[in-house]
């Protein structure tokens, strides 16, 4: 179990609590978090979010769990920024896949974290084959004495929010339905790596970002904001994808070309603000046709971006 202190919860004793996955962090989450930022105050308790690593699914289905919309750092920073003071990093291994419901609430809730207060999703279970549910800790809040409330939904234009909705809407370039359910353009960040040099060769030398995961919600060309340590909100195209007019590696590639850029960027963390799509992966029969396409890009991104 790792604790993360964001902040210095002076003089408090006991925590309230929320669990979850909590990918994207949208405006449900958002809404959860507020909630439990609030009660904190109130009572003088502990806010605390605790989540797993690696998350249930991917422990239990690594090749079929769903894509990650933010890794531990994204989510993270989000909770700082909502006022969070604690985090509980919750390693998800056999121990916790087998853990009763019951147990889970005695030992790691009440034993170890003294919860005072806790709040969940209208769809939380937990607990071996997910037999916990709000009737478990209804139950066991009245006989450990604690504090237990149940968040509704949060909707937009009719539809509820979701972990799962965000990433179909990535997923088929609806940016604008995403940012609506996120209350925030898509983000991530990630550390420039060592690339082949590939862009460079082509006219466009772009920054090889390594994001910590296989996969990634979005694909195609995009334009972004990118923020690092020189520089704030610069305007650049995004490349996601396997790259198929020159490479048959098959593996993802995250790029950033930075438009009137010229520094050097490796080692540095990037962090990655998704603005537009300009259009899907192509590929192209040979490379003059893809420096073609690629010049089309930066045209567009220039436009958008009003620069000459």
């Not at 509980?88 to 147990?103: H, I």
């Not at 790691?108 to 071996?128: A, E, Y």
């Not at 809407?169 to 550390?191: C, F, H, I, P, T």
């Amino acid at each position: 179990m790792h604790v993360l202190r964001l902040k210095n919860p002076v003089g408090k004793k006991g925590r309230a609590l929320t669990i979850g996955n909590f990918d994207g962090v949208h405006l449900g989450h958002q809404a959860m978090l507020r909630r439990l930022v609030t009660v904190a105050d109130e009572r003088n308790l502990i806010s605390t979010v605790i989540i797993f690593e690696p998350h249930p699914a991917e422990f239990f289905s690594p090749l079929d769990a769903p894509t990650r919309l933010y890794g531990c750092r994204e989510k993270v920073m989000s909770f700082f920024d909502a006022g969070i003071e604690q985090v509980v990093v919750l390693p998800f291994n056999k121990k916790y896949s087998l853990m009763l419901a019951e147990d889970f609430v005695n030992d790691v809730l009440v034993s170890t974290l003294s919860v005072k207060w806790l709040l969940i999703g209208d769809d939380f279970r937990f607990g071996f084959r997910r037999s916990g549910d709000y009737d478990t800790l209804l139950k066991k809040s009245l006989e450990c004495e604690f504090g237990l409330e149940a968040t509704q939904s949060v909707t937009v234009k009719g539809a509820r929010v979701s972990s799962t909705a965000v990433r179909d809407a990535l997923a088929s370039g609806d940016l604008k339905s995403a940012e609506q359910m996120m209350g925030k353009r898509y983000n991530v960040s990630g550390r420039v790596v060592q690339g082949d040099q590939i862009g460079r060769t082509l006219g466009y030398p772009t920054a090889n970002i390594h994001f910590g995961r296989s996969s990634f919600p979005l694909s195609g060309v995009f334009t972004a904001y990118i923020d690092g340590p020189e520089f704030n909100q610069r305007p650049a195209l995004l490349s996601v994808g396997k790259r198929p007019t020159v490479t048959k590696s098959g593996h993802v590639c995250i790029e950033v070309y930075l438009i009137d850029y010229s520094g050097d960027l490796y080692g540095q963390r990037l962090y990655v603000e998704v603005v537009s799509k300009l259009r899907d992966q192509e590929r192209f029969d040979n490379t003059d046709m893809l420096i073609e396409a690629m010049k089309g890009d930066e045209r567009q991104a220039r436009q958008f971006f009003n620069i000459k």
